[in-house]
C-alpha cells in the first residue's frame, strides 16, 4: 500500500520494487533497484517508472535499515478530457529510505518514504510517498 502527496492531495496505490545486493559485507550492501509506483488522485493518476541504487546495513538481522535514490520517468494522466493532451511524461528523481523489519525467514515488514523531486521543463514540483507492505526476499 503506498500514498503520494504533492502538499495539496494524496493519492492511494501502490508500489513494488526488485533489487539486487552487488556488492555485500557484514555491515552492508549496495545494489540495483527498480520501482515500479501507480497511485489515483481525484480525477488522474501517477505511474512511476525509475531504477537507482540502494544501500542496506546488514549488521543486525532483525531490522534492516535502507537507503536509497533512484530515477525515471513519472507519467500523469487526468481522466477528464481525451486525447494526447491528457497525459505528460516527466523526469523523477527519488532519494529515500525506509526499514524492513523481519517476521520469519522468508518475509520481512518493511516501511519507506520516497521524495519525490518532479521536473516539468523549466517548473520543479516535490511529492512524497510512504509505503508500507511486505517484503520477500527471492533466491535465498
Given at each position: 500500500?503506498?500514498?503520494?502527496?504533492?502538499?495539496?492531495?494524496?493519492?492511494?496505490?501502490?508500489?513494488?520494487?526488485?533489487?539486487?545486493?552487488?556488492?555485500?559485507?557484514?555491515?552492508?550492501?549496495?545494489?540495483?533497484?527498480?520501482?515500479?509506483?501507480?497511485?489515483?488522485?481525484?480525477?488522474?493518476t501517477s505511474m512511476s517508472f525509475m531504477g537507482g541504487a540502494r544501500v542496506a546495513a546488514t549488521g543486525n538481522a532483525?531490522?534492516?535499515?535502507?537507503?536509497q535514490f533512484m530515477i525515471g520517468p513519472v507519467r500523469f494522466s487526468t481522466s477528464f478530457c481525451s486525447g494526447e493532451?491528457?497525459?505528460?511524461?516527466?523526469?523523477?528523481?527519488?532519494?529515500?529510505?525506509?526499514?524492513?523489519?523481519?517476521?520469519?525467514?522468508?518475509?520481512?515488514?518493511?516501511?519507506?518514504?520516497?521524495?519525490?523531486?518532479?521536473?516539468?521543463?523549466?517548473?520543479?514540483?516535490?511529492?512524497?510517498?510512504?509505503?508500507?507492505?511486505?517484503?520477500?526476499?527471492?533466491?535465498?
Amino acid at each position: 500500500m503506498s500514498f503520494l502527496t504533492d502538499g495539496e492531495e494524496t493519492g492511494t496505490g501502490f508500489s513494488v520494487d526488485i533489487s539486487k545486493a552487488l556488492v555485500s559485507s557484514r555491515r552492508m550492501s549496495i545494489g540495483g533497484i527498480g520501482d515500479f509506483g501507480w497511485h489515483h488522485f481525484d480525477g488522474y493518476t501517477s505511474m512511476s517508472f525509475m531504477g537507482g541504487a540502494r544501500v542496506a546495513a546488514t549488521g543486525n538481522a532483525r531490522f534492516v535499515p535502507f537507503g536509497q535514490f533512484m530515477i525515471g520517468p513519472v507519467r500523469f494522466s487526468t481522466s477528464f478530457c481525451s486525447g494526447e493532451e491528457c497525459s505528460e511524461t516527466d523526469l523523477a528523481f527519488a532519494p529515500g529510505g525506509g526499514v524492513d523489519a523481519r517476521i520469519t525467514d522468508r518475509m520481512n515488514l518493511r516501511a519507506q518514504i520516497d521524495f519525490f523531486i518532479i521536473r516539468f521543463g523549466d517548473e520543479t514540483e516535490h511529492a512524497t510517498r510512504f509505503t508500507c507492505g511486505v517484503s520477500m526476499p527471492i533466491g535465498k
